[in-house]
């Protein structure tokens, strides 16, 4: 097997690993949701929701970008990583200091005395937080993705465990806070067992300037994108108070968790491959495209049926003192499909190191959203969910301009497969939800029943007249034969490795996962997603069909503006 072949494979696994971890996750979370929405109320959830609205821009800040800046750059010295680590501790450490001292002042804005303790406790996050995050981005570089998600799985199943606990003897909203406080814990706890470093003494021999300013313009623009997805929660906790807010919130964490659970994954495989592959634009392109495509069915087609289906979801999932949140989760799903839509221009600008060109951005189309939000607030709940959905509607194509000006990517086809996707499955959603729209009131499961059938017919009716479709769905099928294990020495190429993924370039640059089969851990970071998101923060190569012959293809010199350099420390720490 080539090098190729290898860090293809490694890949590969990774994708998978994570996939399936996530898929463990999104059961974890929606078996919590669904045990403790019964244990508690909508006014526990909306003290909570009012104290995160505002602390957790303080929780952005206290990454300052250094995880996703760590990924991307393509060599780390150890002693560059031991200052990045007391870089995002002491930030961590001084925002949740902060957090403590004006906690009183978050419950006197809210006029909520609750509040002032469930802030302070909180404040423990941030340290927990910052001492994590070059943790998880050391596993994430090595693509050790297993025991990623291995200790994002266990730290959040002793969460829901303590949280459950808590809510059934009747700790109300702290058993929330609890949970939040258990499951950072228990992953720092794994983290240090199983990265087994602890940092050095800060040197000034390591310079970290270019990891800061790469997160300084990362953590600008991620300060103001959660500035404006949390101002509608700001709005109806300030005027309606925390019971509409728990409602509000609800439908807000049902988009979200199949958007980010799903999402998670692939943006952190695809952040270290796509850093990889800048100076090689054919297989970079193809990299992307696929990952876009990929991600675009599978996340559509879950909310496509959630949405169209969204009083029986809610019923099973909720509870039947939950049905006001059907209405604003369908309201805030067309949300949720230009959200996704952009994701892949995400991926671009970090793995190009264009966090400046992407700030600048944020700081037009960001405060347009915040407006559009405060202006619907007077038309109530729906009035604010509206805005929401029309304000990242206009947020996509204006990403997709700006994109094309400062980049070389191909914002064309991104577009299209965008636009393809929100078409496709906008025409699912209408069949699902016209297709029982007329049984009888209480009939919950034969409405999921004949809503996922419809959904397949109409999506399989788009396949038949729609030749773009089918090509992406052939897409998604050889990503999923890759995705279930090694290739053998029979296998083609093409499949063997779809994302065409590069060589590594020197030999310490192999990623431990290429080298040990057991080396594993997961999407994490979603700080990283860069997720880094990356988180942020979850992939693979071109749309429709897969060329084989990309591998050999030789590398085009890539355009003067379409990629900045990445931070290149010397005195390398091996991968």
């Not at 957090?99 to 006029?111: H, N």
């Not at 404040?123 to 995050?133: D, E, I, P």
């Not at 993705?145 to 949280?163: D, K, P, S, Y």
């Not at 000006?405 to 699912?428: F, H, M, S």
Request: aromatic share 8%.
């Amino acid at each position: 097997m080539t090098a190729d072949e290898r860090l293809g494979v490694s890949a590969s696994r990774g994708a998978a690993v994570t996939l399936v971890g996530q898929g463990a996750r999104i059961a974890l979370l929606l078996t919590g949701v669904v045990v403790l929405a019964r244990l508690l109320s909508p006014r526990d959830y909306g003290l909570l929701a009012m104290v995160m609205a505002v602390i957790g821009v303080a929780d952005l800040l206290r990454d300052f970008g250094l995880g996703s800046a760590a990924v991307q750059a393509r060599t780390l010295s150890v002693a560059q990583r031991s200052n990045l680590l007391w870089l995002s501790t002491g930030i961590g450490a001084a925002l949740g200091l902060l957090v403590l001292v004006t906690s009183p002042l978050l419950a006197a804005f809210y006029d909520e005395p609750r509040l002032q303790p469930v802030a302070a406790a909180l404040s423990v996050t941030f340290v927990l937080n910052g001492v994590m995050t070059q943790y998880k981005a050391d596993l994430q570089r090595r693509l050790r993705f297993a025991w990623l998600t291995g200790l994002e799985l266990a730290g959040q199943a002793v969460g829901i465990v303590t949280a459950v606990a808590l809510a059934a003897g009747g700790a109300g909203y702290h058993a929330l806070v609890a949970q939040q406080v258990v499951q950072l814990a228990a992953q720092l706890v794994g983290l240090l067992l199983v990265c087994r470093w602890l940092p050095r003494r800060w040197s000034r021999e390591a310079p970290v300037r270019p990891f800061v300013s790469f997160g300084a313009h990362l953590m600008g623009g991620q300060v103001l994108a959660y500035a404006s997805n949390n101002v509608d929660s700001v709005v109806i906790g300030s005027t309606l108070g925390p019971g509409p807010l728990g409602v509000y919130n609800r439908a807000f964490q049902l988009l979200v968790l199949p958007l980010y659970q799903l999402n998670a994954p692939v943006t952190r495989v695809a952040l270290p491959v796509l850093s990889r592959l800048v100076d090689d634009p054919v297989r970079y392109r193809q990299f992307l495209l696929t990952g876009q495509t990929a991600m675009l069915n599978l996340v559509s087609a879950v909310l496509a049926f959630a949405a169209a289906q969204a009083p029986a979801v809610v019923l099973v999932a909720l509870g039947p003192r939950w049905s006001q949140t059907a209405g604003l989760f369908q309201v805030l799903a067309v949300a949720g499909f230009f959200t996704m839509a952009g994701y892949a221009c995400y991926w671009v600008y970090l793995s190009r190191g264009l966090t400046r060109e992407h700030l600048r951005l944020s700081l037009v189309t960001r405060p347009v959203q915040i407006v559009l939000v405060v202006a619907g607030a007077q038309w109530g709940l729906y009035g604010i969910a509206w805005a929401y959905a029309l304000a990242t509607a206009l947020q996509w194509p204006a990403n997709l301009w700006w994109l094309h000006r400062v980049t070389d990517a191909p914002v064309g086809q991104i577009w299209r497969n965008g636009a393809r996707t929100v078409l496709v499955y906008g025409w699912a959603l209408v069949a699902s939800a016209t297709a029982t729209r007329w049984l009888p009131a209480g009939s919950t499961w034969t409405a999921l029943a004949v809503g996922a059938v419809a959904l397949g017919a109409a999506l399989a009716l788009a396949a038949l007249v729609v030749p773009a479709y089918r090509r992406d769905l052939q897409t998604v099928a050889a990503l999923r034969r890759q995705l279930r294990g090694t290739p053998t020495a029979t296998t083609p190429a093409a499949d063997r490795n779809p994302g065409h993924l590069p060589a590594p370039r020197t030999v310490s640059e192999v990623p431990v996962a290429a080298a040990s089969p057991a080396a594993s851990p997961a999407d994490r970071n979603p700080g990283h997603l860069p997720t880094t998101r990356t988180s942020t923060d979850v992939p693979v190569g071109g749309v429709g069909e897969i060329s084989g012959g990309a591998l050999s293809a030789p590398a085009a010199r890539p355009s003067a503006r379409a990629t900045r350099p990445a931070p290149r420390p010397t005195d390398e720490e091996p991968r």
